[in-house]
């Protein structure tokens, strides 16, 4: 009786985000399977799996899954070994360092596309960027980064974002991390890099998992960055599986192949997740 | 010269002196302790040692070797902490070797170290475990067992015990003492428990507002108190310090006047002058209920029923309270008017702040 009174309460928010999920996917799942391009409208045949080959076969969809994984990989990378040195620099106390820490998280509060923008335009431009300005007063040729590395400066955007959302994460970690022990340590004849390696590094493995999901879950549906900035382009060099998918249907204006390649980017999410919890996730249990 | 020499040490926080001087000499394999209210400086001191804290004026020498400037991790000393502090994500025998690891050396050099020192703490069977699947004591002993396996010229100790339930707590004590008389190295002790200071230590530091108010041994400390601080902080129940009315001093013998009472004994000599208002200071176990010829009257206010023992509280007619310690089994009743008499060779008299006259250091020939 109490039970069935609590599934009841508890019922229509379960439904709620049961549906919120269900409708969205069955539709994917349905148009994944017929012939839907909005420029032939009413020709919606049942075509199987013929969508799923075109966008496999699509010559950008390697490329894209490729930069998927590079651009989840270095930003995590960069994030998580820069996150962790700048906490631990931070950590002890010095004159200004609650403003530094305020200028590091600052980062985290810009929209993504105001992030591509001032990158884009006020530190890549070749004529008038601060890159730009660095390289002339030094007398070198201005790289034009957007059309030259595309994809090494979305991850520079990209990690320039999330950088203060792993250094936020560590501060907090650090703080609870007990004095008594590194002093030990100290007496045990550490010195500052011992202590930061066998004790410091250890500690922040928990928070390291818990950044690590949370950033990738973030990281593969990247998408702002790269169609304020590069369009995907030059060619596919930037072109991730976000912006292949949405390539496929609003400028080809063909929803089956989207959909075909939506449902493909949830199976890489699954792939990619599985791999990396069960690579981080045993830390979890420590 | 002794093994540790700490001369004029002195700490300053931004606006506050912790250690005020505080000059220390402590022989090799001695086991002392430093005990005193909170905020006394004692574990500030031991930092200072420990090199955890720098000082900020005078020097410590540690066996001909000044290290008052050197990083802690050079000074070779060895610290247990109040928390105990273990590396929790590496094993039992991860923490044990770590210092030695960290020295670089030999790997069956370590083995044979930590299997020596597992053995003698029983600690061989948990080698593999992490320090959150320990109890408190199993914790306590790895703690000291990472000590022990550097064999450090000094150990330190912070409160080592105070984390752990009574019962417990006594057996550690046994186990520290035991462990003192086998490796007879130096040894020092913070604690602001009475109890483990007097079984403990060789000698006692009684600090004080970042001073040393007296070195000594236990017995030494609790027989003749230099300070009326050192009187009230060692003993339990603590010493009985009564005002008295007058002091007068004929000839041979002295008067201590109390409430038309008069404590008289002989003496044969007196160090200092003695001060009209003095305070007498006697111990619980050395007043005695006696049916006549008691000293002073008073009245019973409570009595505390220890089993063995029992405090009865007495109020003197001019309001002091005092605790005299009798049997178990007495007849005496609350609200009863009571005889007590004092033990003359136990008297020691203080002014304001210090000892000015005992019967037992005059005998002794010594202040």
């Known amino acids: ?286 | 010269m002794a093994y540790l020499n700490i001369t004029e040490l002195q700490k300053h926080y931004d606006n506050y002196h912790a250690l005020r001087g505080i000059n220390l000499a402590i022989e090799e394999g001695e086991f002392i302790v430093f005990v005193g209210p909170s905020g006394c400086g004692k574990s500030t001191l031991l930092r200072t040692i420990a090199g955890l804290e720098s000082s900020t004026g005078g020097t410590i020498e540690l066996d001909g070797r000044d290290i008052t400037e050197l990083s802690s991790s050079k000074r070779d000393l060895a610290m247990v902490f109040q928390s105990y502090a273990l590396y929790p994500h590496m094993t039992v025998a991860d923490n044990l070797s770590f210092a030695l690891r960290l020295a670089k050396e030999e790997q069956s050099v370590i083995d044979e170290k930590v299997k020596s020192v597992s053995a003698s703490l029983q600690l061989d069977k948990l080698l593999e475990r992490k320090p959150k699947e320990l109890s408190g004591g199993q914790r306590q002993r790895v703690a000291i067992g990472r000590a022990i396996v550097r064999q450090p010229k000094v150990f330190l100790f912070d409160e080592p015990l105070s984390n752990l339930d009574a019962a417990l707590r006594v057996q550690m004590r046994l186990e520290l003492a035991r462990l003192h008389k086998k490796l007879g190295t130096t040894m020092i002790y913070v604690t602001h428990d009475q109890v483990e200071a007097m079984t403990l230590a060789d000698r006692v530091v009684i600090l004080n507002a970042g001073q040393i108010e007296q070195v000594g041994t236990p017995l030494e400390l609790y027989r003749s108190p230099n300070s009326r601080f050192v009187a009230e902080f060692i003993g339990t129940p603590k010493m009985n310090l009564i005002e008295l009315d007058n002091v007068v001093r004929e000839a041979d013998t002295l008067h201590l006047k109390l409430l038309n009472a008069s404590i008289d004994f002989p003496v044969a000599r007196t160090h200092g002058p003695l001060p009209d208002n003095a305070i007498m200071g006697i111990r619980p176990e050395h007043m005695h209920i006696v049916e006549s010829d008691g000293d002073v009257m008073g009245k019973v206010e409570l009595i505390e029923h220890l089993g063995s023992e029992a405090y009865t509280h007495i109020r003197l007619a001019n309001d002091q309270t005092i605790i005299v310690k009798t049997s178990a089994r007495t007849n005496i009743k609350d609200g009863e008017e009571v005889q007590i008499r004092v033990d003359r060779e136990e008297i020691i008299l203080f002014n304001e702040n210090d000892r000015v006259f005992s019967v037992v250091a005059e005998e002794a020939g010594h202040e």
Request: neutral net charge; without cysteine.
């Open chain 1, 1 to 286: 009786m109490k039970r069935s009174i609590t599934r009841l309460l508890m019922a229509p928010s379960v439904i709620l985000l049961l549906v919120w999920m269900i409708v969205p996917l069955s539709m994917t799942i349905y148009f994944s399977t017929i012939n839907y391009n909005l420029l032939y409208p009413g020709r919606n045949n049942f075509v199987g799996w013929m969508n799923f080959e075109f966008f496999v076969t699509d010559p950008g969809f390697w490329i894209a899954v490729s930069n998927t994984l590079i651009l989840l990989g270095s930003v995590l990378v960069i994030t998580v070994v820069l996150g962790v040195a700048l906490s631990a620099l931070i950590d002890k106390p010095f004159f200004g360092r609650n403003i530094v820490r305020v200028l590091l998280i600052s980062p985290f509060f810009i929209m993504p596309t105001v992030n591509a923008l001032i990158w884009k335009n006020m530190m890549m431009n070749p004529v008038y960027g601060i890159f730009a300005w660095i390289s002339n007063s030094l007398g070198l040729e201005p790289i034009d980064w957007l059309s030259n590395y595309p994809l090494m400066s979305i991850i520079i955007m990209v990690s320039w974002q999330w950088l203060p959302f792993a250094i936020l994460v560590f501060v907090t970690a650090l703080q609870s991390q007990d004095t008594e022990q590194k002093e030990a340590a100290q007496m045990d004849g550490a010195n500052g890099w011992h202590i930061f390696r066998y004790l410091t590094v250890p500690h922040l493995a928990r928070p390291i998992a818990v950044v690590v999901m949370i950033e990738t879950i973030f990281l593969l549906a990247v998408f702002a960055e790269i169609y304020v900035s590069t369009g995907g382009g030059p060619g596919y060099d930037s072109t991730n599986l976000a912006y292949l998918i949405y390539n496929q249907a609003l400028l080809q204006y063909d929803v089956g192949v989207a959909s075909a390649g939506g449902l493909f980017a949830v199976l890489l999410a699954n792939i990619v997740a599985f791999f990396l919890i069960r690579a981080v996730g045993k830390n979890l249990t420590v």
